[in-house]
């Protein structure tokens, strides 16, 4: 029968394995001979594949393989269920994630519930794809004993097609154990120097994600001039950084648990702040304004990811509810002259909500008032080769009366990224 799905349209066929489990075959397009074709096997997770839980990158992968398979308009996802938590099952899975809360990292967790670090078999996998009259295949996955297992099962590999996902913060030591221990190849991808992969492992570039519980770990990044700009006197923004720099901005709002802007940038650039060049999970989508100048038809408040808004009394109250009404969270906090909403209690907020990596992204007036009040931990500036003269300025008074008073990075890394260079470094 059509399944229809927002990757494509496959035929899905469930087979019931003597195990007990069902394997759901998706299956894209005509397999014609059956040789060469691109295969998912893909473990079930219900957690990451149906939730958009940011512990693993399984529901990444699985919206990526269907894409991939798609728009190849040939190949067959297998989602095998019963591999659950590598083969251990929700139960036990769930208990692993309690011990990894204690330490343990993601194999050891499993040994210590009594379980192999990975507990599945593919025998009924390759009995499915023997029933769909599969010859060999173009395997999608950065897991060397997947290729293994099924190759035991007598599955034909002609090639490996590697899934890297963009990692979170909430997920990037789970990819790195993978990596280290399970001999996955860069499930994060590749870092920054390694001739600008698709997918980068941006832990460099990060640092070390501090959050504490009063406050996110915030992190800011702008992409400037030579000369300082952020965009030009008539707001133009579009594009001062290079593709390959715009897509590291689209892995750190990956690796994020929100993205913040103020009214301002929506109301120049109507931005989506959307993951949409590298494979990843978009984040929560802050904006502050202080009297809600937002317009309704604002991309932010499209809903491919969620929306909150940060405002104060000076709002109207319909407008408000409006803004509740369409699913987007209100927050009504004190006033800070002269900037607009209360810092301090905007970050409480969210970090009240579960956002321990805060991602702002500007525009001007917010990376000066962050700044001013010495809100950020970590700052990411790209730097283009353009110099454009008269425009809006990335930063502006900070007060600083003297070089020595200015602030200075730590801990500093600096990448050349396509045309562009990325430098980041800690902030006291
Ligand atoms: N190159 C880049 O990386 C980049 C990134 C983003 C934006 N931009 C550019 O930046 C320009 C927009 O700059 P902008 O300064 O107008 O935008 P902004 O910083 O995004 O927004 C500023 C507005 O946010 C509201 N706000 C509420 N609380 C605030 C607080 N605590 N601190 C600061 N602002 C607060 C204020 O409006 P209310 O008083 O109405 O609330 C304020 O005018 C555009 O040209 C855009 O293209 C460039």
Request: glycine residues 10%; hydrophobic residues 40%; negative net charge.
């Amino acid at each position: 029968m059509l399944l229809p799905t927002s990757a494509g349209e496959f035929t899905a066929r469930a087979f019931e394995c003597p195990s007990g489990a069902i394997h759901l075959a998706l299956v894209c397009g005509e397999l014609d001979d059956g040789h060469r074709v691109l295969t998912r096997v893909h473990s079930e997770c219900m957690t990451g594949d149906a939730l958009g839980s940011l512990r693993c990158d399984c529901g990444v992968q699985l919206r990526t393989a269907l894409r991939a398979i798609s728009a190849e308009g040939r190949g067959v996802l297998i989602y095998a269920t019963g591999h659950e938590g590598r083969g251990i099952g929700l139960v036990n899975k769930l208990r692993a994630y309690a011990l990894q809360e204690d330490g343990l990292d993601t194999v050891e967790a499993n040994v210590h519930l009594g379980f192999p670090p990975d507990a599945r078999d593919y025998g009924e996998t390759a009995a499915c794809l023997g029933a769909l009259g599969i010859q060999s295949l173009r395997l999608l996955t950065n897991n060397p004993h997947k290729v293994d297992g099924l190759r035991s099962a007598g599955v034909a590999i002609d090639d490996v097609v590697r899934l890297p996902t963009s990692a979170h913060v909430r997920n990037r030591d789970y990819l790195h154990t993978k990596q280290q221990r399970m001999q996955h190849t860069a499930p994060a991808g590749e870092g920054l120097d390694e001739q600008l992969p698709q997918v980068t492992d941006l832990s460099a570039l990060l640092g070390t994600v501090s959050a504490t519980d009063e406050r996110p770990y915030v992190v800011l990044k702008y992409a400037q001039t030579l000369d300082g700009r952020i965009a030009t006197h008539t707001g133009d923004s579009k594009w001062i950084s290079s593709e390959p720099e715009r897509r590291t901005s689209h892995a750190l709002r990956a690796a994020c648990d929100a993205v913040l802007v103020g009214v301002g940038t929506v109301l120049t650039d109507d931005p989506q702040l959307t993951v949409r060049l590298v494979p990843g999970a978009s984040p929560l989508r802050v904006v502050l304004d202080t009297t809600l100048r937002l317009p309704p038809d604002a991309q932010i408040l499209a809903d491919a990811a969620p929306t909150m808004v940060v405002t104060t009394e000076r709002s109207d109250v319909a407008r408000r509810e409006a803004l509740q009404a369409r699913g987007v969270a209100v927050h009504v906090v004190d006033a800070q002259p002269p900037w607009g909403v209360d810092l301090e209690t905007t970050l409480r907020l969210l970090r009240a909500r579960g956002v321990r990596a805060l991602l702002v992204e500007g525009g001007g007036a917010v990376i000066t008032s962050f700044l001013r009040e010495g809100l950020v931990n970590r700052v990411i500036v790209g730097i283009a080769p353009t110099i454009l003269g008269a425009g809006t300025d990335a930063v502006g008074d900070l007060n600083t009366a003297s070089v020595a008073s200015s602030l200075r990075l730590h801990g500093r890394a600096v990448h050349a990224v396509g045309d562009d260079v990325l430098i980041a470094g800690n902030l006291s």
